[in-house]
């Protein structure tokens, strides 16, 4: 077993080679391409060979997204692909707690830089639903361009757990059955005060045992039918504070809450 990041992972072949996990120079491949030798292609190999221009013999990290990192050595490069030798290989185990961020559907401006902060502060997950004041319809399924943004960001911070994503584009009643059948461990919901009584949310709300799904609205807030139906369904009601923060602002606030007390601990 070798202890990386805080938490112990268990390893495969043996740890001989001392790589340097300080390195930033981190790629993705996906789960069902590794193997103890295998291709990087597309866009991870241009940045491997054209940006940071390594060579053969050089050690890179992998991630998966489905918590396997890992240490390669460049064995051959050739045109827009570099083969890989396995070297050591890391297993996380999935977080026992977290959040899912369900947010209301939203301009896509913001939403980018949500995908990015998800994945550094541990998100479990990220919904994002259909709320009467939307300004756009939510897509059926999530884009195969939001997951690009959770692996850029993955890369960044070597975060081996990309978040799950979905979308909810029925709207309150969508998202209030889809939390009862995922049997969350806490159920919150930023109220503006004159939709319900809340209280100030706080770090100790966002980490105990189990998964926590916060909900956001949308700009333009709640409607009262869908505050209803969230308190109804036995949602706690929760605040930010006096003033009215901007979408991403609230969503990142919750994620941050979170991060610090599950590093405080």
């Known amino acids: 077993m070798t202890q990386h990041g805080g938490d112990f992972v268990a390893q495969e072949n043996g740890g001989e080679?001392?790589?340097?996990?300080?390195d930033p120079r981190t790629f993705f491949l996906e789960a069902g391409s590794w193997g103890d030798s295998c291709v990087l292609e597309g866009d991870d190999a241009h940045h491997l060979l054209r940006v940071l221009r390594l060579k053969e013999g050089e050690d890179i990290r992998l991630l998966d997204g489905q918590g396997r990192e890992g240490a390669f050595r460049i064995v051959r490069c050739g045109k827009g692909r570099a083969e890989l030798k396995q070297l050591e290989v890391w297993h996380h185990p999935r977080?026992?707690?977290?959040?899912?961020?369900?947010?209301?559907w939203t301009k896509a401006a913001r939403r980018s830089w949500i995908f990015e902060k998800a994945v550094e502060f541990g998100a479990a997950g990220i919904w994002f639903w259909q709320a009467e004041r939307?300004?756009?319809?939510?897509?059926?399924?999530?884009?195969?361009?939001?997951?690009?943004?959770?692996?850029?960001?993955?890369?960044?911070?070597?975060n081996p757990w990309l978040p799950a994503l979905r979308t909810l584009p029925g709207g309150v009643g969508?998202?209030?059955?889809?939390?009862?059948?995922?049997?969350?461990?806490?159920?919150?919901?930023?109220?503006?005060?004159?939709?319900?009584?809340?209280?100030?949310l706080g770090p100790e709300d966002l980490a105990g045992p189990g998964l926590t799904l916060c909900v956001i609205g949308p700009e333009g807030g709640f409607s009262p039918r869908e505050a209803e139906?969230?308190?109804?369904?036995g949602f706690?009601?929760?605040?930010?504070g006096?003033?009215?923060?901007?979408?991403?602002?609230?969503?990142?606030?919750?994620?941050?809450l979170h991060w610090w007390r599950s590093e405080t601990k």
Do not use: N
């Not at 706690?236 to 930010?240: P, Q, V």
């Open 17 to 22: 080679h001392g790589y340097d996990w300080s």
């Open 95 to 104: 977080p026992q707690s977290g959040p899912v961020l369900a947010a209301a």
């Open 134 to 158: 939307s300004q756009f319809p939510v897509p059926e399924e999530p884009k195969e361009s939001w997951r690009g943004q959770l692996i850029a960001g993955a890369k960044q911070c070597h």
């Open 174 to 200: 969508e998202l209030v059955a889809l939390s009862q059948q995922e049997g969350f461990a806490h159920r919150h919901v930023l109220l503006e005060s004159t939709l319900g009584p809340s209280r100030m």
């Open 229 to 233: 139906a969230l308190q109804q369904a």
């Open 236 to 240: 706690a009601g929760f605040s930010l």
């Open 242 to 256: 006096r003033r009215v923060l901007r979408w991403e602002t609230a969503a990142v606030l919750c994620l941050g």
